[in-house]
């Protein structure tokens, strides 16, 4: 497939390698055919591509958006056949949290480094209201890590890990009417930032007529809502046609299992009932082969273009509006005069700053001195009117004193006159007994 696609867009017509090779050059407006004497060998570019290509390996993230148990990981280890990680998370979980988790793989010659983007205890919480938060703030971390290194000096797009994600499978529960608010909220904050290809989870525990009703439900409503989901590109002749019966196809539902299931002689993977056996390869069962094709083995190169020519070029093109960096055609964008006109609207607004701060300051050092001299006029009516009922208190101190000091002149006068007074009675009776 990549083979082939290098091969369109390098426009390379061979008539007759051995005999004679056309090729269109344009020179100026016009431009003209200029045939060739000889075999010369550019006509090999898309090999030498391809195999640096191969050496280099591919990167692949993937985002599977749910809620808890309703079998991301299972699909996960369904799709590329292997035994990833798979850690149970419970239903408590405060937030959302992200769980990333790289493998490298190897298919043949190919390397491919897979990232697998969980979002752990999306949908559990009772205030659903920011659930896609961590979601969106996930994508665009990675689209600034791939931006600043971008931007960088030296710089090396070549070997740097590319974590910007390229595909979220959003799973559905399967309801059997129709799509949850909570998935059209998230899925609206999304499409504008990643490929989105819904599926309905655990498919297998609904009727054929219900899914198929429910499948319809949920495009009419998506589209209703305007939320964009990825389509499978219909512009390369050699997918086209199965990529159009796809795209109406969707969205998938799939049913995964980790079980080996025998089958008669044949050993499958599926799900075993009391009823029967629901086997995740078999097409009359679920859609997980369709999946898989045109995830894996159709359209992976195609996300990968996307995410980059749509996605990231989308959030480019704001970050850089919003560094002040303009291309209107017209005039050229200067990065020296951008740069002079960014660092002088950065100090006019240190300056407004400063200038503000210090305002405040002088308005909170006026307010603190008028505080401080209210204060103090306070005190000192206070200080008097304790000065003043300090002084009546002593006033009446020193009369009550005086009055009391009057009472015991009095009190001492009054029992002198009364000793004197028994001291002559007593003189007395001695008289009369001494006369008797």
């Not at 239903?91 to 298919?107: A, M, Q, T």
């Not at 009417?177 to 899925?187: A, C, F, Q």
């Not at 009703?213 to 305007?226: S, V, Y």
Request: charged share 35%.
């Amino acid at each position: 497939l990549l083979y082939n696609k290098i091969i369109l867009r390098m426009v390379v017509r061979s008539d007759n390698r051995s005999a004679h090779v056309k090729v269109l050059r344009t020179l100026g407006p016009d431009g003209r055919n200029l045939p060739l004497q000889g075999h010369v060998g550019f006509d090999s570019l898309p090999d030498q591509l391809v195999n640096k290509c191969v050496n280099l390996g591919f990167d692949m993230n993937i985002l599977c958006v749910g809620e808890t148990g309703i079998g991301k990981s299972t699909l996960m280890d369904c799709l590329f056949k292997a035994n990833f990680d798979d850690t149970v998370h419970s239903h408590k979980s405060p937030g959302v949290e992200i769980s990333e988790h790289i493998y490298n793989l190897k298919e043949g010659n190919v390397k491919l480094r897979l990232a697998i983007v969980d979002s752990v205890g999306y949908g559990d919480q009772i205030n659903k209201e920011n659930s896609f938060k961590p979601l969106v703030d996930f994508i665009d971390e990675q689209f600034e890590n791939y931006l600043q290194e971008e931007l960088k000096i030296k710089r090396d797009l070549v070997t740097f890990h590319d974590s910007r994600i390229h595909v979220c499978l959003y799973f559905l529960v399967p309801t059997g009417h129709s799509i949850r608010s909570l998935d059209l909220v998230t899925m609206k904050a999304l499409d504008k930032k990643c490929n989105i290809i819904p599926i309905i989870a655990k498919s297998d525990t609904v009727s054929k007529s219900e899914l198929d009703t429910f499948k319809a439900n949920i495009m009419a409503e998506l589209r209703a809502n305007d939320v964009e989901i990825y389509t499978f590109p219909t512009d390369d002749e050699t997918v086209s046609d199965v990529n159009k019966d796809m795209n109406e196809m969707m969205p998938f539902a799939v049913v995964g299992s980790r079980e080996d299931v025998k089958v008669g002689e044949t050993t499958v993977r599926g799900r075993e009932y009391p009823w029967g056996v629901v086997e995740i390869e078999n097409e009359q069962h679920c859609d997980f082969v369709k999946l898989r094709e045109m995830l894996i083995r159709t359209n992976m190169e195609d996300l990968r273009e996307v995410t980059h020519r749509k996605h990231y070029e989308l959030y480019r093109r704001g970050k850089l509006k919003q560094m002040g960096i303009t291309d209107d055609g017209a005039h050229p964008v200067s990065l020296q005069e951008t740069y002079e006109q960014k660092r002088a609207e950065h100090l006019e607004e240190l300056q407004r700053i400063e200038n503000e701060m210090r305002q405040n300051f002088v308005n909170k050092v006026r307010e603190k001195d008028l505080e401080l001299k209210r204060n103090e006029k306070e005190l000192a009516a206070k200080y008097e009117g304790l000065r003043k009922e300090n002084n009546e208190e002593k006033k009446r101190l020193d009369e009550d004193r005086k009055k009391i000091e009057e009472d015991l002149a009095a009190l001492k006068k009054k029992r002198e006159d009364l000793e004197r007074h028994n001291a002559e009675q007593a003189n007395g009776q001695n008289t009369k007994s001494k006369k008797k």
